[in-house]
C-alpha cells in the first residue's frame, strides 16, 4: 500500500507477465495487489494477454469474490464495478490481504502476454 495517511480513496496497479518459454495452467494463482486491513473495495479492472484463459477474480477468502469466471484475451477486458446494493455490500477487509486472479482453464495459445489490475478501495476512517 502506497504509504500516507490511510483514510479516502487509494488506488493501486499491478502488472503481470508470463515469462518467455513458460504458459500460465488452470490451477495457477496471481497475486496482483495488496489490500490492507479496513479496506472496501469499490472499483476492479482487469485486462488479459495473448490467448484465452477463463479465470476468476477474488481473495484469499473467497476466490471469486468479484468476478467469477470471466475470459480473459488480448482483444477484451472485464471491468466490474462495485456498487452499493443490497445484494453487493462491499466487503470490508478484516486483515491484510491480496486480490488474486485464479486461473481455471486455458487454451493452447496461452503463452505469452499477461494481465493488468487496478482497484481502488476506500479505507475506513476509523
Known amino acids: 500500500?502506497?504509504?500516507?495517511?490511510?483514510?479516502?480513496?487509494?488506488?493501486?496497479?499491478?502488472?503481470?507477465?508470463?515469462?518467455?518459454?513458460?504458459?500460465?495452467?488452470?490451477?495457477?494463482?496471481?497475486?496482483?495487489?495488496?489490500v490492507p486491513k479496513g479496506a472496501s473495495l469499490v472499483y476492479l479492472a482487469v485486462s488479459g494477454g495473448s490467448g484465452d484463459a477463463l479465470c476468476a477474480v477474488g481473495d484469499g477468502v473467497d476466490n471469486d469474490r468479484y468476478i467469477a469466471h470471466g475470459?480473459?484475451?488480448?482483444?477484451?477486458?472485464?471491468?466490474?464495478?462495485?456498487?452499493?446494493?443490497?445484494?453487493?455490500?462491499?466487503?470490508?477487509?478484516?486483515?491484510?490481504?491480496?486480490?488474486?486472479?485464479?486461473?481455471?482453464?486455458?487454451?493452447?495459445?496461452t503463452t505469452t502476454g499477461g494481465f493488468h489490475l487496478t482497484a481502488i478501495f476506500s479505507m475506513d476512517p476509523a
Open 71 to 109: 475470459t480473459m484475451s488480448s482483444a477484451s477486458s472485464v471491468v466490474r464495478t462495485i456498487t452499493l446494493h443490497a445484494s453487493n455490500v462491499p466487503y470490508q477487509y478484516s486483515t491484510d490481504d491480496t486480490i488474486d486472479i485464479y486461473v481455471s482453464t486455458v487454451s493452447v495459445g
Open 1 to 34: 500500500m502506497p504509504k500516507g495517511t490511510s483514510v479516502g480513496l487509494v488506488a493501486v496497479s499491478a502488472q503481470y507477465s508470463v515469462g518467455a518459454g513458460t504458459s500460465l495452467s488452470a490451477g495457477d494463482v496471481i497475486e496482483m495487489v495488496k
